[in-house]
């Protein structure tokens, strides 16, 4: 049975004016184009407020599902922001929910919040007849519920590479402390899993002072993430890259025609290649056929390709190609690569050392 989605007046994604191009000094440094924030050195400087947004945030969100799923239509919607409102109307909430009660809804299995562009989601799964659910609860930056979505979170197909174990050690390809935005193997904690190439893939900000930027969010330069280093994850050869693409202004436009972006691919074994992808134009340090040594600058984050703030994108496959291109060079289609698990080494996860792991979704992660 499918499941319209209900109307999201404020969507989330990670996925302007070209900007200038880096400067390639002599060192082999890269300038910036502003002045980059500090990332946290370590979580403790974020727990406090990361675990109120939590607690708050699935507080609200726990009451506004069980408000949709209980038909209390009026104090639900009490809380929408005007847009939303206008938008969702306790018909189109009822004729939903009956849809949803067509098959048996069981007990919640897992919930989690994600706070991007402005915008805090709570995500909570419900099993769902020989399936399950996800309802999504998206609260403003005024605290208003701005829209709900609802989707079937359908069994995914066996994946190939389940068993694989890579030789290579892997470290996680930045400095200080990031935000696993999405990683996992479910999609409730990493959406990429519905592509093959990209089932074990990442997406990682910056978040600290309750958000992943200050000011409004409408300019790259207002992220933490936007111009940070990236960094090799292993020792290996470029094999590719993209560097001449345009960042898109946040929140208000992305490049589905280049969805990578600018970005790098590093061969890191026989069958294993590493993409890092969303760099900042002309921001790239390396070349294909050059050797890099794990840890090694290879360009500046971004927001170029199928994003909507800056962030890094890295997954692993077992071919060099993740699409297939017309004459015009345009994707469209994933190649039949596979996507490959990609475990870091010696990290720390939530201040806790891990020696060998996968990130999972909603976690804060660095190098140990």
């Not at 990332?39 to 408000?67: F, K």
């Not at 829209?147 to 694989?164: K, R, T």
């Amino acid at each position: 049975m499918k499941i319209r989605h209900i109307v999201c007046v404020i969507g989330m994604a990670v996925m302007v004016l070209p900007a200038t191009a880096q400067t390639l000094l002599a060192t082999g440094d890269l300038s910036p184009i502003a002045q980059v924030s500090p990332v946290p050195d370590a979580y403790n400087e974020v727990v406090e407020a990361y675990t109120v947004l939590v607690e708050e945030t699935i507080s609200r969100g726990g009451t506004a599902v069980e408000q949709f799923l209980n038909q209390d239509f009026d104090a639900l919607r009490e809380q929408f922001s005007p847009e939303a409102a206008d938008a969702l109307s306790s018909e189109m909430l009822e004729q939903t929910l009956a849809e949803i009660i067509a098959q048996p809804l069981g007990e919640k299995r897992s919930e989690r919040i994600l706070p991007l562009g402005g915008v805090t989601a709570y995500m909570a799964n419900y099993a769902w007849g020989e399936s399950a659910l996800t309802v999504t609860v998206y609260f403003d930056a005024n605290g208003q519920i701005g829209g709900l979505n609802v989707a079937p979170d359908e069994p995914l197909p066996d994946d190939p590479a389940q068993a694989y174990v890579s030789e290579t050690l892997f470290q996680l390809p930045f400095a200080g402390l990031w935000y696993t935005a999405w990683g996992g193997s479910d999609r409730l904690h990493n959406y990429h899993v519905d592509a093959p190439p990209q089932r074990h893939a990442y997406d990682f900000v910056v978040w600290q002072e309750g958000s992943t930027f200050s000011g409004d969010g409408l300019q790259n330069e207002d992220y933490y993430a936007y111009g940070q280093p990236a960094l090799a994850p292993a020792t290996g050869t470029v094999i590719a890259v993209v560097d001449e693409l345009p960042d898109n202004q946040p929140q208000v436009e992305t490049d589905e025609q280049h969805p990578a972006g600018n970005h790098v691919v590093i061969q890191t074994g026989e069958a294993e290649y590493v993409f890092l992808a969303h760099l900042q134009p002309g921001s790239i340090a390396v070349e294909p056929g050059q050797t890099v040594e794990s840890g090694q600058l290879v360009g500046l984050v971004g927001n170029s390709g199928n994003t909507s703030e800056p962030h890094l994108h890295i997954h692993l496959q077992n071919q060099p190609e993740l699409f297939v291109t017309n004459e015009h060079d345009e994707p469209t289609a994933f190649t039949d690569a596979i996507g490959l698990p990609l475990h870091f080494s010696n990290y720390l996860e939530n201040g806790v050392p891990i020696e060998h792991g996968e990130p999972v979704g909603g976690t804060f992660v660095q190098n140990d």
